[in-house]
């Protein structure tokens, strides 16, 4: 179990919260482990109907741990950050996020399988992938153009930039723009609200919302895995982590 994670329970809301902010929330394999760890006990959980993923105030994840990246990649189905993902895009609640400050890579990412994600006036999201000599995953390739047309998920993905609230809500990643010390409480507030509804009619409302897509998106993240594991071992992504951790740009011009 991970200190860096922290399981809160609100009635029948589960909150997960990321909680290292001295590296700005980045996932380790460790945090990974425990967030599973709560998802497998709120899915089993009769009496728990909501979870609801925050970060702290300034930060909700800046994403895998660039560290372990390099030192400590997925080897395959079992690995918990692989775990975790399927977790995710298989989960049968309701999944809300409440998102401060930066939303990096799998940060962004996760958002696509919320069912509602409330995001701080002071949110920036990001999907570095190619910055980093990295595929996306977690299925974003296909989840993201399904969203928003190829021509913005294309720009978001090649380019990874970051980008603001106003930018997510208008491609419809984000349900609602908070004042930042508000986000989670809004968030904690519709959970609160849906674990009042007929359980029933929600858990399939949301299995119809989902219906037809499993298959394909399992399908997909086996595609990206299969790919990110190759790319994290390739000297384009050394090259990249090596830049993050000299904080200097990384320098692609000798790859052909
Ligand atoms: N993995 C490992 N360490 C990370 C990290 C990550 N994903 N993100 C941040 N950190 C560490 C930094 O190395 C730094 O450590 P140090 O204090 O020992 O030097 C510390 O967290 C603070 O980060 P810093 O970059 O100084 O904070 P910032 O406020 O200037 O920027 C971010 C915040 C999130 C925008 C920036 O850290 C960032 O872009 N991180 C990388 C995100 C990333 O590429 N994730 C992988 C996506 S696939």
Same mark, same amino acid.
């Given at each position: =179990?991970?200190?860096?994670?922290?399981?809160?329970?609100?009635?029948?809301? =589960?909150?997960?919260?990321?909680?290292?902010?001295?590296?700005?929330? !980045?996932?380790?394999?460790?945090?990974?482990?425990?967030?599973?760890?709560?998802?497998?006990?709120?899915?089993?959980?009769?009496?728990?109907?909501?979870?609801? *993923?925050?970060?702290?105030?300034?930060?909700?994840?800046?994403?895998?741990?660039?560290?372990?990246?390099?030192?400590?990649?997925?080897?395959?189905?079992?690995?918990?950050?692989?775990? *975790?993902?399927?977790?995710?895009?298989?989960?049968?609640?309701?999944?809300?996020?409440?998102?401060?400050?930066?939303?990096?890579?799998?940060?962004?990412? =996760?958002?696509?399988?919320?069912?509602?994600?409330?995001?701080?006036?002071?949110?920036?999201?990001?999907?570095?992938?190619?910055?980093?000599?990295?595929?996306?995953?977690?299925?974003?390739?296909?989840?993201?153009?399904?969203?928003?047309?190829?021509?913005?998920?294309?720009?978001?993905?090649?380019?990874?930039?970051?980008?603001?609230?106003?930018?997510?809500?208008?491609?419809?990643?984000?349900?609602?723009?908070?004042?930042?010390?508000?986000?989670?409480?809004? !968030?904690?507030?519709?959970?609160?609200?849906?674990?009042?509804?007929?359980?029933?009619?929600?858990?399939?409302?949301?299995?119809?919302?989902? !219906?037809?897509?499993?298959?394909?998106?399992?399908?997909? =993240? !086996?595609?990206?895995?299969?790919? *990110?594991?190759?790319?994290?071992?390739?000297?384009?992504?050394?090259?990249?982590?090596?830049? *993050?951790?000299?904080?200097?740009?990384?320098?692609?011009?000798?790859?052909?």
């Amino acid at each position: =179990m991970s200190d860096d994670i922290i399981v809160r329970r609100h009635q029948q809301v =589960m909150e997960i919260a990321f909680n290292r902010p001295d590296k700005k929330n !980045a996932l380790t394999t460790g945090m990974y482990e425990a967030i599973v760890a709560a998802m497998d006990e709120a899915r089993e959980d009769p009496q728990l109907r909501v979870v609801v *993923f925050s970060g702290t105030a300034e930060c909700f994840t800046s994403g895998n741990d660039v560290g372990d990246f390099m030192n400590n990649p997925p080897v395959d189905e079992n690995s918990p950050v692989i775990r *975790f993902l399927q977790v995710l895009a298989t989960f049968p609640k309701i999944l809300v996020a409440a998102v401060n400050g930066p939303a990096v890579g799998v940060g962004t990412t =996760m958002l696509l399988h919320c069912d509602l994600v409330y995001a701080g006036d002071n949110a920036r999201f990001q999907m570095p992938f190619v910055n980093l000599a990295l595929v996306p995953e977690a299925g974003s390739s296909l989840l993201l153009p399904q969203l928003c047309g190829h021509r913005r998920a294309a720009e978001l993905l090649l380019l990874g930039e970051a980008f603001d609230s106003d930018k997510a809500h208008e491609i419809g990643l984000i349900n609602e723009i908070c004042a930042s010390q508000a986000t989670r409480e809004r !968030a904690l507030e519709r959970a609160a609200q849906i674990a009042t509804r007929a359980p029933e009619a929600v858990r399939l409302t949301k299995a119809l919302l989902v !219906a037809g897509r499993s298959q394909p998106l399992l399908e997909r =993240m !086996a595609e990206e895995g299969r790919h *990110f594991g190759e790319r994290l071992q390739s000297p384009e992504a050394r090259e990249a982590f090596t830049a *993050f951790f000299e904080k200097r740009e990384p320098d692609f011009s000798r790859f052909e």
